[in-house]
């Protein structure tokens, strides 16, 4: 095969990403559901031509670490066999679907998952982050999940939504994903797509959306805030900063009949009531490790100023219960786009503090060191008797 392009911040399994352990591919798995079998095979693949980490992305995607030019080929022929290898690069990007990780048999999700694949497959060159959400469960619950065309059930049936519009479009089963396609279609021939980028919310804050995809005005569905336990079909169990080892992976794998990918670093194992007590995995709901969020950082990411695993789950206890702190390893945030309470961003003198923003925002302290930060957290608000953070 032809030597992968290395480049870009949304890789895949033909077009990867280079990083700071190697390059990162991005598996898309179709309808987000695997079974047993298949993500133990992912596990094997990721041990032998990776270095054994598996991330959880916040579509929904699993990705494997530390891939070499020389391990790649043999990577894509395994994940092949397993059907999830696209035709070719721009069929792979295009195919950037959200699936409701609540679904039932009979609701028509996983049939029009299909269907929208199939239509992408020959659709209009879309920006590399641009995606669409199928949030046809009993009720929606990707609202905070990162999408730009929207199919969400409410009372009254399906309805078609562009992101950051108020209005949507009623559906049927059969009418939807050709009326998503008419509306990607909407988005690039009135210049959605900018040097290759763009999102819907942006170009609707700058173009006036069709009178044909808002003829409905629709109740904007709250976004959720899912935990590790019991739920609809099975039980959620998190994973540590959404990363897993393959050898829990495999494990995890010959537990479980099938696992469903989630944009909230869990993943749901079907049928199951616990999940097992393995390494990484997340069980309880008031878990501390809950209320951080961290990228990748150094040395896994080459923009990465600090390294911010260790840094987020030292001060993990320390952050109140219904809060989040976002520990980024730099100004770009990738790992929460959206405001946070607290957010530490790494700067090449140490880490900036923001209060209930995102990680590009003026700081209330700058320089904070990170050592100092896990020994004695309330350096964070400079206040001795303020509460933790
Ligand atoms: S936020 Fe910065 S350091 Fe973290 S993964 Fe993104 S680019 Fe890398």
Redesign the pocket.
């Known amino acids: 095969m032809s030597a992968p392009v290395i480049q870009g911040w949304c890789p895949g399994a033909l077009k990867p990403m280079e990083s700071g352990d190697g390059w990162v591919v991005r598996i898309r798995a179709q309808g987000g559901r695997l079974e047993g079998a298949a993500l133990g095979r992912i596990a094997e693949l990721a041990r032998v031509h990776g270095n054994g980490l598996i991330d959880l992305s916040a579509r929904s995607n699993l990705q494997i670490r530390g891939v070499t030019p020389e391990t790649h080929p043999a990577l894509i022929d395994g994940l092949r066999a397993l059907g999830l290898i696209d035709e070719d690069a721009g069929r792979e990007a295009r195919r950037n679907i959200l699936v409701t990780p609540y679904w039932c048999e009979g609701d028509g999700t996983q049939a029009l998952a299909a269907e929208l694949a199939t239509a992408l497959a020959d659709g209009p060159d879309l920006p590399g982050k641009f995606g669409f959400a199928l949030d046809t469960g009993p009720v929606p619950v990707l609202a905070g999940a990162s999408a730009d065309i929207r199919l969400e059930r409410g009372a009254a049936g399906l309805m078609l939504r562009a992101d950051g519009a108020l209005q949507g479009l009623p559906v049927t089963q059969d009418t939807a994903v050709p009326a998503m396609m008419a509306l990607a279609r909407w988005f690039v021939a009135s210049g959605g797509v900018r040097d290759g980028r763009g999102r819907m919310a942006a170009h609707l804050a700058r173009v006036e959306l069709p009178a044909e995809f808002r003829t409905h005005t629709v109740e904007l569905p709250e976004p959720i805030c899912e935990k590790p336990g019991p739920t609809a079909g099975g039980v959620l169990v998190g994973l540590a900063f959404g990363q897993i080892e393959a050898d829990t992976l495999a494990t995890l794998a010959a537990t479980v009949q099938a696992v469903r990918l989630t944009p909230w670093r869990m993943l749901l194992l079907e049928g199951l009531t616990a999940a097992p007590d393995l390494p990484g995995l997340i069980h309880d709901p008031t878990d501390p490790m809950l209320r951080v969020v961290a990228?990748?950082?150094a040395p896994g990411?080459p923009?990465?100023q600090q390294s911010t695993r260790v840094l987020a789950a030292g001060l993990a206890p320390h952050v109140p219960a219904g809060q989040v702190l976002h520990v980024?390893?730099?100004a770009?945030?990738?790992?929460h786009p959206r405001p946070a309470d607290w957010v530490l961003t790494a700067t090449i003198t140490g880490f900036d503090l923001i209060a209930g923003g995102r990680a590009a925002d003026i700081p209330l302290r700058r320089g904070l060191d990170p050592q100092a930060l896990i020994a004695d957290p309330l350096l964070l608000t400079g206040r001795p008797h303020a509460p933790l953070l």
């Open positions: 990228c990748t950082g990411c923009q990465a980024s390893g730099c770009k945030g990738c790992a």
